[in-house]
């Protein structure tokens, strides 16, 4: 009854303005209006951490157009105090315009902060209360945008190289410029298949999808930096540009150490109605909605930390079973 009832609320909802944020220089930050709705989150026959396949229900927020750019991210860090230009792929032709990576969780949630406080003190934007990483169940969504197929787009690779860039050659291959020569999703939003990874606020859960209540509103996810005693490991979706097609679908999910910088892993930022949970003891809750219940040590036991940093599902070409 609750899922009816939500979703009767949503339906017809209108879609809102894009919000602009003017970051520096000329440079801005557009995020657009994602409206609330049920979906059903997973795939049945992918990985299985993707299973079971449950119809939950998403509230209204705000998702970065693109992914952040290496421009974008350059004034977000030095309000940050970070490393303004941390790209691998620096020197490509656009580089300024492309997505920033070698970015950790803990470096986008730094700049998330940033960008609220730069929010907040220009008062012609909507005043919001959080800004951060989306949960997993928002990404996949945003991605989804209405559809229930492999990508966006359509099933099978054919589909995938309408919107999204994957399977290049790791010495001959980077990243692409946003919004460029691949078509953005029902919602306005470019690059969610392909081009870099993009962190979740999420703390990994192998588990999660069983203990998903069929129905549930899923929360908010928490903005603000993690304790210095939680190094478990965040999601990460949406694939990247030297990946097969398996690990671009719109349901695949993987992790890695929130400290980790690599040159596949890039981000995008959402703005949040609210209420979100804030502040230095913010903890970031699984998809499920129920809080990790693992402690450091037993991560710790049952994880490879030298996996989590340096190695990545299989690239293009190879085998996805290795």
């Not at 315009?97 to 907040?120: F, I, N």
């Not at 919107?163 to 078509?183: I, L, Q």
């Not at 703390?203 to 903005?223: I, L, N, T």
């Amino acid at each position: 009854m609750q899922m009816e009832h939500l979703s009767r609320l949503a339906v017809g909802q209108q879609r809102k303005p894009p919000i602009i944020v003017p970051l520096d220089d000329g440079v801005t930050l557009t995020f657009r209006h994602i409206p609330a709705g049920s979906f059903r989150m997973g795939q049945r026959g992918g990985e299985a951490n993707e299973e079971p396949v449950t119809e939950v229900f998403v509230g209204e927020f705000w998702m970065g157009e693109t992914p952040v750019t290496l421009e974008q991210y350059g004034v977000m860090a030095g309000w940050a105090g970070l490393d303004p230009n941390p790209s691998y792929f620096e020197n490509l032709e656009d580089s300024a315009r492309r997505p920033v990576e070698q970015v950790s969780w803990d470096d986008a949630m730094a700049v998330a902060v940033e960008l609220r406080k730069r929010m907040e003190a220009l008062d012609r934007l909507p005043r919001v209360h959080g800004v951060g990483l989306p949960s997993e169940a928002m990404w996949e969504y945003a991605c989804r945008a209405r559809t229930q197929t492999e990508y966006w787009s359509g099933d099978g690779e054919a589909a995938l190289v309408e919107v999204g860039w994957h399977g290049e050659e790791w010495v001959k291959g980077g990243t692409h410029v946003v919004a460029g020569k691949r078509r953005p999703n029902a919602f306005g939003l470019h690059d969610m298949h392909g081009n870099v990874w993009e962190w979740c606020a999420d703390v990994d859960e192998d588990d999660a999808y069983r203990m998903v209540v069929p129905g549930a509103v899923m929360p908010w996810p928490a903005c603000g930096p993690r304790r210095k005693d939680d190094h478990r490991p965040r999601v990460l979706r949406g694939g990247s540009w030297d990946f097969t097609a398996w690990g671009c679908r719109s349901a695949y999910r993987f992790r890695r150490w929130p400290g980790l910088r690599h040159r596949l892993i890039g981000f995008r930022l959402c703005v949040f109605p609210g209420p979100v949970k804030q502040g230095p003891e913010a903890r970031a809750e699984s998809a499920t909605g129920a809080k990790a219940r693992r402690d450091d040590a037993a991560v710790a036991e049952g994880v490879d930390g030298a996996d989590l940093n340096t190695n990545f599902p299989p690239r293009s070409g190879e085998n996805s079973d290795a």
